[in-house]
Structure formats: C-alpha cells, structure tokens
C-alpha cells in the first residue's frame, strides 16, 4: 500500500514527507529571517543524478548545518535559483536524502529521534564516545548502512567528526568514496557557529550572514587515487586544509578558537 511504503532503512516515506514538512517549516526562519543565508551552486544541484551522490561539507553545528541542506537542496530542485524563498518547495521534498550522524546523538531524545527518522544513518564513531577518547574498530555494517543509503540517494556527510575547525579528516570518508565510487560533491559552508550554539538548536545572534556553497563535483579516479591522495583533495575542496590557515589573521584564529571554547562549556 503506497500510503506505508518504506525506505531501505524502514522508515514509512509518508511520515517521513510530513516530517520534513514541518521541521521545514518550524525552521525556514533561522535562514531566510532571523539571518540570512546566502546560497551558490543551486544549479549543480540540479545537474546531479538522482543516486549515488555523497556531499562532502565541514561542520559547524549538530543540526543547523544539515537542517540548511535540506531546505537548499529541496528548494534548488524545485527551481530556485540560489534562493529558499517561498516555501511550497516542502510540499514535495526529496525523501532519499540521508545524512551520516553519531549513535549516541541521534538516540539522546524524543527531538533527535525525529531528527534520525528524518534521514539519519547513525553509526559508531571510532574515536569518540560520550565526551571521551577511544579507539576502535570501524562497523562494517556502519560502512554497509552508508553504501545503502548511497544506492537509495543522496548522502551528506562532515569527515572531520567534530564542529572544530581545521582538524583532520577521518580515512573511512576516503574508503566510501573507493569502495562505492559515488558523485562527490564539496559543500562549504560559513557563518553557523557565529548564528546558533554548538547543537544548533538554539539561534545564539541574529543578523548574521550564513553562507552556503555547493562546487562542482570532483574528479576522482576511483581505482588509481591513493586514501591520502583524496583525503587531501577533500580538505582542500571544503576549505580544511591546513594551508588555509596561513590566509586567517591571527587575531580571527584565536578568536575561534576562544568561540569554540567557549560552546564547549
């Protein structure tokens, strides 16, 4: 019956809609009213294949960030140039967009478990479990979840693990991307952590300029490219090299870095 038809993940795609519906709604404000989110590349949006894309971003809240991509992807479809005016783009979102986020985070409450049946794919992170520092191994059904998400759609992914900016990227994104040899599309965006707290849940100040740019999908030779190789292609695609710090003042690092301590109280 179409009315309870699922994703590979179970999810019924009715309840699914509804909820993107309204998160939509209920969020459209924190970028196109209280801030203003400035928007380039809707038009490789609309150039990419319906399956088998993996947007590669940095990250600078839980939430807000991909919250964004859903509202600029949904809108880009739907004909808006660089734009997330007029919002009847909810009315028919794409369903088989999922995002890569921690177990831990997406199972905390009733408001992260909407957020996961929204398109979560939860998996265990390897170097990092309830504020501490750990170390083990990757789940293969984690990395298999991803490869399904990947046949099914569009996945988002933040490689870097952590809304701190300039750390290093973690290898499984480059292990994905050889294995299940995706579209990759570099996604960076800016003016976030300034807008909301660390969750990005709460708007922190308003009156803030957002920016969201979507590239051209990179050239990667799936079979030949070394993990480093990519891994180094990525950081410099979504501006997390460390050569992009010799570009940053002294003065605006340590004042992100006294931010970040600061959201991390």
Not at 77 to 104: C, F
Not at 127 to 142: A, H, L, T
Not at 172 to 181: D, L, P, Q, S
Not at 206 to 230: A, H, R, T, W
Request: proline content about 4%; hydrophobic content about 40%.
């Amino acid at each position: 019956m179409a009315l309870f038809k699922r994703n590979p993940f179970g999810h019924i795609l009715f309840l699914k809609k509804w909820l993107i519906r309204i998160m939509g709604m209920l969020t459209h404000q924190r970028y196109k009213g209280f801030n203003t989110l400035e928007i380039e590349g809707s038009d490789v949006i609309r150039n990419l294949p319906e399956k088998n894309v993996l947007f590669v971003s940095n990250h600078q809240t839980y939430f807000a960030d991909v919250v964004a991509m859903f509202h600029v992807f949904n809108a880009s479809l739907s004909g808006r140039e660089d734009s997330i005016k007029n919002l009847a783009y909810l009315w028919n979102p794409k369903l088989d967009v999922y995002y890569v986020a921690a177990a831990e985070t997406m199972k905390k409450n009733l408001l992260t478990k909407l957020f996961a049946y929204a398109g979560a794919i939860n998996i265990e992170r390897t170097w990092r479990s309830e504020g501490k520092d750990v170390k083990r191994q990757v789940k293969m059904s984690d990395i298999s979840s991803i490869g399904l998400a990947l046949e099914n759609g569009w996945v988002i992914t933040f490689p870097q693990g952590t809304t701190t900016p300039w750390k290093p990227l973690r290898k499984g994104t480059a292990h994905i991307i050889k294995k299940y040899k995706p579209v990759v599309v570099p996604v960076v965006i800016d003016g976030f952590r300034r807008s909301f707290d660390k969750k990005g849940l709460r708007i922190k100040k308003k009156g803030i300029l957002q920016s969201m740019v979507i590239k051209e999908p990179l050239d990667i030779d799936y079979e030949n490219e070394s993990f480093d190789s990519i891994i180094e292609k990525l950081e410099y695609a979504i501006e997390q090299h460390p050569s992009f710090l010799k570009v940053i003042s002294k003065k605006d690092l340590l004042a992100m870095e006294e931010e970040n301590k600061q959201r991390n109280w």
